[in-house]
């Protein structure tokens, strides 16, 4: 919970010089001509994983799109009904990995 409310939040609105809230939550849409946009590679081979969504959210707010944040609700089963299938370490690093790679410049 602290990665994906605090310390994610916290690394994707420094790379994106912008307050962004919520950089985890799988619930977004795009539009399609963000996917032709010739400054944005999505097929490269590293966006695999978890990396894809940060990495197009970053890129479009960095390229001047227009970005919203409207709540919504998550409601998940019980920890007895319910797990997760993200593996702590290597997923993690995977939703990290386009703020860091971006934000430092090593990747497109």
């Known amino acids: 919970m602290l990665g994906t ?3 994610h939040p916290l690394v994707f609105s420094l790379a994106s010089r912008k307050r962004v809230t919520e950089s985890t939550n799988g ?17 490269q081979a590293w966006l695999d994983r978890y ?7 970053l890129k479009a707010i960095r390229l001047g799109y227009r970005h919203v944040e409207v709540p919504v609700t998550a409601i998940y089963p019980r920890h ?3 797990y997760t299938k993200m593996r702590p ?4 690093w995977s939703i990290l990995r386009p703020v860091i790679y971006l934000g430092l410049g090593l990747k497109k």
Request: net charge negative; hydrophobic share 45%; no cysteine.
């Open 51 to 57: 990396e894809l969504e940060p990495y197009l959210m």
């Open 80 to 82: 007895e009904l319910g």
């Open 27 to 43: 619930f977004r849409a795009f539009r399609t001509d963000l996917l032709r946009d010739p400054r944005i590679d999505w097929r």
């Open 5 to 7: 409310r605090v310390i």
């Open 89 to 92: 370490v290597i997923d993690w």
